[in-house]
């Protein structure tokens, strides 16, 4: 069915199949699905845009060199791997439904990227807090970092936390599930400054159960949204922009490393 069409047919016919609209339960799944798709689609090759090209020019060689415009264009290795995985899937459930019957890309050589190991400065931080807290619309991003930089929680099980998952009475976090891992956190001990800063916060957002959310919308942010608002107060406050929001959970590991905490202390 597809042998004769283009690249953007093909992606088009996968996003109708069940396997997309069934499959994939978690709505931010599908859209991150959609998104390096689209990159895909956009990214250059010849002077021409990938999702015009014929399905029947898709050689592996052809295939690898549009994988490797994808790694020297903004994206990186990481990127560009996930896209990679992401379009092979595409074509082996497009070739499920007869609709192809090879799949050039399963053949692509994948680079290696560097293991990362960026960590946030103490002033670093220092400068990103005053920064966001200066700006109304940028304060709940501060707090959320503040949550952060003393629980070493991943940025998603904070930015969907919620009222109960905040003892302030007793002063402690806990969280009945991780939400990447599936697992149970035992209640992590809060500082008075930090209860302090969630106690005004309830002030303001008591009237609905998220603790950070997005003052726009009352939703939590939404992962492209708290790094774009994260990109604005980090060139604001005049930070490196090799640093990222997920560091701040290697910084605080690594913190209790370097202060005697064994493996199994900073895994509890």
């Not at 609209?21 to 090759?45: A, V």
């Not at 052809?62 to 992401?86: E, M, P, S």
């Not at 402690?172 to 991780?178: G, M």
């Not at 605080?252 to 202060?259: G, Q, R």
């Amino acid at each position: 069915k597809l042998q004769n069409a283009l690249v953007a047919d093909a992606i088009e016919e996968y996003n109708k199949t069940p396997e997309f609209t069934i499959k994939i339960r978690s709505e931010k799944t599908q859209k991150q699905y959609l998104y390096q798709l689209q990159r895909l689609c956009e990214t250059l090759i010849d002077k021409q845009q990938v999702k015009s090209i014929p399905i029947a020019e898709l050689s592996v060689a052809k295939c690898q060199h549009i994988y490797w415009a994808l790694i020297k264009g903004d994206t990186g290795i990481r990127f560009a791997n996930y896209t990679l995985q992401v379009v092979t899937r595409v074509w082996n459930v497009l070739i499920k439904y007869d609709m192809l019957d090879k799949n050039p890309w399963c053949f692509v050589e994948r680079a290696k990227s560097k293991p990362r190991n960026t960590v946030w400065k103490p002033d670093d931080i220092t400068k990103f807090l005053s920064t966001a807290f200066l700006e109304p619309r940028w304060r709940n991003i501060g707090l959320l970092v503040r949550i952060n930089v003393e629980l070493g929680q991943r940025i998603e099980d904070i930015r969907y936390s919620t009222w109960d998952n905040y003892n302030l009475k007793e002063k402690l976090y806990s969280r009945e599930v991780i939400i990447k891992t599936n697992e149970r956190i035992a209640g992590i001990p809060l500082s008075d400054t930090l209860v302090k800063m969630l106690n005004d916060q309830k002030e303001v957002y008591d009237f609905q159960k998220w603790v950070v959310p997005n003052p726009l919308t009352l939703e939590p942010y939404s992962e492209i949204n708290i790094s774009r608002v994260a990109r604005k107060i980090m060139l604001a406050a005049n930070l490196p922009m090799k640093l990222q929001l997920r560091d701040i959970r290697r910084t605080v590991l690594t913190d209790l490393a370097n202060h005697g905490a064994t493996d199994t202390e900073i895994m509890a």
